[in-house]
């Protein structure tokens, strides 16, 4: 008998040492493989009874009535007040002939009025487009056309107004709606829906209103940067919005939580997932108007914040600012982002003692990301031998030059060794499928690749390139050629240089992010070709010029900090800018012996960038 129970007791002994040493992963990926089948159980269910993401917030509404939403400025909004107010926006908008299947614009800052038009537009079976409210002229006017919409619907801002009046000339047969009261500071243009709101009836729309919707259909779109220059509409389906409100998940979430939300809701971050988590799980959303650094531990400590949603440059921020009295003064048990950084993650979490991370990577367009639910510093997640083979992701070699992936003697794709940086890329099947964008049909072809392992197979380019370490960890390294992230936000190249490039005593510009220590993404960088290529010192004249091209035409953050003069912009055979040296190169005045210029963001000026200069930008003495 003792022999037997020593042998089992060895046997159990030696399997354990076995996954110890050779297979580490193993119990995490059981654990994540469970939470898998879990999710993917309710997600076919939802699918099989056409259960959309509306449904699931009125079933919530239903079950915490009163329960706090929304707390925005220190007035709260009910479920139940968020699904009437809903209601009555549904009921209005079908007055206006607004119908199932019709595409709507929203252009509205982060408020309670951005939930529920979203939410009262899902009732009656119309998307959304969700438009940034940093865009103006060309770029306003190019998400507005593209979207389809047949309205735009605005709340507050005096300035949104002035965006939309400024173009309105050239929105054809767009209607112009607000939710406030008309005033004197609306233009005379918007047509106010105030006292429609307020006699409107609350009561719940019929489900028919909805009836030809399903999973597959589209939810709203969501605009990601272009890469021919403009910003594009991604399609979010009602199937991806579920997923989305599952993300929180992974932390226990329940309804006892408090979420504080700062990021903005026209990206699928804050919509999809902050918005997403309160709608399925009966989470409290503390609504921010914008991140402010020296306000926001005291917000969380104010409306006991157990959960906060991040961006990376958001967390350096706090991490730089000053210590406060709330820093640690809060009941914050897990924060929830991506773009967490090795050398700001053990800072923050030591800083404001938040006892775990969970950063995730994922993009608007792509059907599956990564997470890292074990609090590895610094990686968006591990994928193991099993987890490749089950979710069909691989990361393979690339040529940043050439700006496609490297391919053997065969024509197929290498994969990426150990602590090389490769493109993440995800087989488009039935499982993982890529909707792609509206009227965009060149872009969404332009994000699949073809015969990367085999003749015949299609894989989706997801833009962006990791490694990995021998555990199997994944980090994030770069985003690629047009687009690159700065102040939380990403960044098209083509747009920016395009729009510098208007200017008549410009040829070419060519603008690529480059990495500024202390800082979180690439700063914008611009080097430019002047017409008269004898000239490579810009006049006053022409500088003056280029800062109100960026000013006026740009979003603040898509101005580049940094300007670069030159004879001539190297290009491939294929006239392909070439970056890599020039992003290699940077600002610095020791290496880069043409003129340089940095954009003082306190005096909105482009100012002569030397030795002195650079160095204070690198201690962080002058902030971009």
Avoid at 21 to 30: A, E, G, Q, R, V
Avoid at 135 to 157: E, V
Avoid at 167 to 195: G, H, V
């Amino acid at each position: 008998m003792y022999m037997i129970l020593a042998t089992i007791a060895g046997a159990i002994g030696g399997l354990y040492l076995l996954v110890k040493l050779k297979l580490p992963w193993l119990p995490s990926d059981i654990r994540f493989l469970k939470f898998l089948i879990g999710f993917g159980k309710e997600i076919e269910t939802c699918k099989k009874k056409n259960i959309l993401p509306i449904d699931i917030f009125e079933k919530t509404a239903d079950k915490f009535t009163t329960k706090p939403m929304i707390i925005y400025k220190d007035v709260s909004y009910s479920f139940m007040e968020v699904d009437k107010m809903a209601n009555k926006l549904a009921n209005v908008a079908c007055g206006l002939g607004i119908k199932q299947g019709d595409t709507v614009a929203i252009l509205m800052y982060n408020e309670p009025a951005f939930v529920w038009a979203w939410f009262g537009f899902e009732k009656i079976g119309v998307e959304v487009a969700f438009v940034n409210f940093h865009q103006r002229k060309k770029t306003l006017l190019h998400s507005l056309t593209i979207s389809g919409a047949k309205a735009i619907f605005m709340n507050s801002g005096i300035d949104l107004y002035q965006a939309i009046d400024d173009i309105a000339n050239d929105l054809q047969d767009i209607a112009l709606y607000t939710l406030e009261a008309q005033n004197s500071s609306i233009p005379s243009r918007f047509k106010s829906l105030s006292d429609d709101l307020k006699t409107a009836v609350d009561q719940r729309i019929p489900r028919d209103k909805r009836s030809s919707v399903n999973s597959k259909c589209t939810n709203c779109l969501i605009f990601t940067s272009g890469t021919t220059g403009l910003p594009k509409p991604a399609i979010v389906t009602h199937a991806k919005c579920m997923i989305g409100s599952f993300i929180y998940n992974y932390c226990h979430v329940t309804p006892d939580d408090v979420l504080y939300e700062c990021l903005p809701l026209y990206h699928s971050a804050a919509s999809l997932l902050g918005i997403g988590t309160s709608r399925k799980n009966g989470v409290t959303v503390v609504l921010s108007e914008k991140f402010s650094a020296s306000k926001f531990f005291e917000e969380c400590h104010r409306n006991n914040v157990t959960m906060i949603h991040y961006v990376g440059e958001m967390c350096r921020y706090l991490v730089n600012s000053p210590k406060g009295d709330y820093d640690t003064n809060h009941r914050i048990r897990v924060a929830l982002g991506n773009g967490l950084r090795k050398d700001v993650w053990t800072l923050f979490q030591k800083k404001f003692k938040i006892e775990r991370i969970l950063e995730f990577y994922g993009a608007t367009e792509m059907p599956a990301g990564l997470i890292n639910i074990e609090n590895a510093v610094g990686a968006v997640g591990r994928i193991s031998p099993l987890f490749k083979r089950l979710l069909r992701i691989h990361f393979v070699k690339f040529d940043t030059d050439m700006d496609q992936p490297v391919r053997d003697e065969n024509g197929q794709c290498i994969p990426a060794a150990p602590y090389e940086p490769g493109l993440l890329i995800l087989t488009l099947s039935e499982k993982t499928p890529f909707e792609g964008y509206k009227n965009r049909e060149d872009a969404t072809k332009r994000k699949l690749i073809h015969d990367v392992f085999k003749k015949g197979d299609v894989y989706i380019n997801s833009g962006d390139l990791f490694y990995h370490d021998e555990y199997y960890y994944y980090y994030f390294y770069d985003r690629l050629g047009d687009t690159y992230r700065w102040k939380g936000e990403n960044v098209s190249t083509t747009q920016v240089a395009n729009i510098i490039t208007e200017l008549p005593f410009i040829v070419d510009t060519c603008v690529y992010g480059v990495l500024v220590p202390g800082s979180e993404g690439r700063a914008g960088m611009a080097t430019i070709n002047l017409l008269d290529s004898e000239k490579e010192h810009p006049t006053e004249d022409m500088i003056s010029k280029i800062e109100q091209q960026c000013i006026n035409e740009l979003e603040s953050y898509a101005i580049p900090r940094f300007l670069r003069f030159t004879h001539m912009i190297d290009i491939t055979s294929t006239f392909k800018q070439i970056k890599a040296t020039l992003k290699k190169e940077g600002f610095d005045p020791t290496v880069v012996k043409e003129p340089l210029y940095y954009f003082n963001t306190k005096n909105q000026k482009y100012c002569i960038l030397d030795k002195e200069i650079a160095m204070a930008i690198e201690e962080r003495e002058i902030k971009l």
